[in-house]
């Protein structure tokens, strides 16, 4: 009698461990899709800040001119036919950047994506001076709508719980 309660503790167990090991990779490797569907207040962009946070997580297909970075901060590199490289980039201190023209003008925004600066990498000069902001998210999404859009669609989803678990982060 006491085996067969050990025996259904231990598998009932396992089987939670399962589930919520499952949850956890499908909310971290579906976060793109869930974030395009998720309520959020305006300026907020969870579709960027979710694709390049959850960067080794999420599908990283083979696009011609898209390559992508892993040491230590997650990039997405997009070349243009031009040879210039656009990036957008996720630091683990809460930061977001957009690199255009090869870094010869880098964006950064917070852990809200609210702007804070930009760099001048020909002049090593740092501004705080207001930019059109619609425009530079206009311009990451040029860079990394290829990889958005090859995002696939979970196979059970769980958007009620990346909306409560994100209700916060993204309002």
């Known amino acids: 009698m006491l085996k067969k309660v050990v025996l259904s503790v231990f598998i009932g167990?396992?089987?939670i461990v399962l589930g919520v090991g499952y949850g956890f990779f499908n909310l971290k490797s579906n976060s793109v899709y869930y974030a395009q569907?998720?309520?959020h207040?305006?300026?907020?962009e969870p579709v960027l800040m979710e694709l390049v946070r959850n960067l080794p997580w999420v599908s990283?297909?083979?696009i011609k001119g898209i390559s992508y970075d892993f040491d230590g901060n997650n990039i997405i590199h997009n070349i243009d036919s031009a040879g210039k490289d656009n990036a957008f980039t996720y630091y683990p201190r809460g930061e977001y950047?957009?690199?255009y023209d090869n870094g010869v003008v880098a964006y950064n925004f917070d852990e809200n994506f609210e702007y804070i600066g930009t760099f001048y990498g020909d002049t090593s000069e740092y501004s705080t001076k207001p930019v059109n902001v619609?425009?530079?998210k206009r311009d990451i999404y040029r860079t990394v709508q290829p990889v958005i859009d090859a995002q696939p669609e979970p196979l059970i989803?769980?958007?009620w719980i990346y909306d409560w678990v994100n209700k916060d982060r993204f309002n």
Do not use: E, M
């Not at 207040?41 to 907020?44: H, Q």
């Open 13 to 15: 167990f396992i089987l």
């Open 37 to 39: 569907r998720t309520p």
């Open 97 to 99: 950047q957009y690199y």
């Open 134 to 136: 619609s425009a530079i």
């Open 60 to 62: 990283n297909p083979d």
């Open 157 to 159: 989803n769980l958007q």
């Open 41 to 44: 207040k305006a300026g907020v």
